[in-house]
């Protein structure tokens, strides 16, 4: 929840290159208070930072601002930036980023000494260009962290990633934000925000993918509530993942089974013929690991291999 608003004298502007060392209570506008900026926002307030204005499209988006921001007015997007004198959350999708902040320094809603913080995975500080150019700091600040948009994603921020990537003179800075929202931050050079974020995507969103291809083809198989079979499985797999590595490897790929594998392909070519694909990519993956890994011997990997390439030519 935000905290009243009080007035205050304002702050002269800070030059551009000196450095801040940590946040006092920064005046704070949220600028697309979606899944992520409400719940920052609110996380920020919660802090003891003063979130002085929000902007968000209107339906969902307003729902959530109403409950996780409700002290916080809605503006228009440049009266959100003029009114965050010290941080201003840009929490937008990252097609629509660049954009954003171009129309922002256009407008002359930006100022010398704001910090401008994304929070964006994909892209670091060169879209933010527009906006160093007109005075104010650069910040990439990406949770890594799925958001649902409601009050139970505060309670998942303690002790979370976040993937900064910031100039020198605004590290400090960025690490007592990320303090401030309970989290750790993990420095990330500016030319590998692309690969940071697809290995974020690349776990996160396709396991999403992954658990509902599972529980459908149960149901196809007849069991009533796949969820309550997976839900051990797929938690003891991805401990046992984090923990192990490729030595958490179990099942028909990293044994070499081809028969339980061939029939496995040929089933789903009946039943659900678009999990084919997903099925061969990701089991032709885990047969190359199983074999780096020194799991499974190239020998007795042969004859799988054998039936992944026949199924990926007919698929």
Known sequence: MSAPLRSRPAAPPRAADAPLVS??????????????GAVLG??????????????????????????????????SA????????????????????????????????????????????????AVLAPAAAAGARPLALHPAMTFTGTPDDLTRLAGISYGVTAPAELRAFAARLV????????????????LYHAALAHGANHLVTLVNEAADRLRDAGVDRPEKVLAPLLRAALENAL???DDALTGPVSRG?????????ERLAATAPESVPPYLALARRT???????????PADAAPLLDVLDGMQVSA
């Open 287 to 297: 047969a190359d690991r199983a074999i780096a890994s020194g799991r499974l011997r």
């Open 243 to 245: 923990h192990l590595g």
């Open 179 to 194: 303090a401030d929202l309970g989290g750790v931050p993990e420095w990330v050079a500016e030319g590998d925000r692309p």
């Open 78 to 125: 440049a009266a959100v930036a003029r009114a965050a004198t010290d941080l201003l959350v840009v929490a937008v999708p990252d097609d629509a980023l660049a954009g954003v902040v171009a129309g922002l320094a256009e407008a002359g809603a930006l100022r010398p000494g704001q910090v401008v913080a994304h929070t964006s995975g994909a892209h670091g500080l």
């Open 257 to 265: 089974d081809a028969g339980t594998v061939r029939r496995h392909l």
């Open 23 to 36: 946040p006092r209570t920064l005046t704070v506008g949220v600028l697309g208070a979606g899944r992520v």
């Open 42 to 75: 609110a996380a920020l307030a919660a802090a003891g930072h003063r979130v002085v204005a929000a902007a968000g499209a209107p339906g969902a988006t307003r729902a959530r601002m109403a409950l996780l921001l409700p002290q916080t007015p809605t503006r």
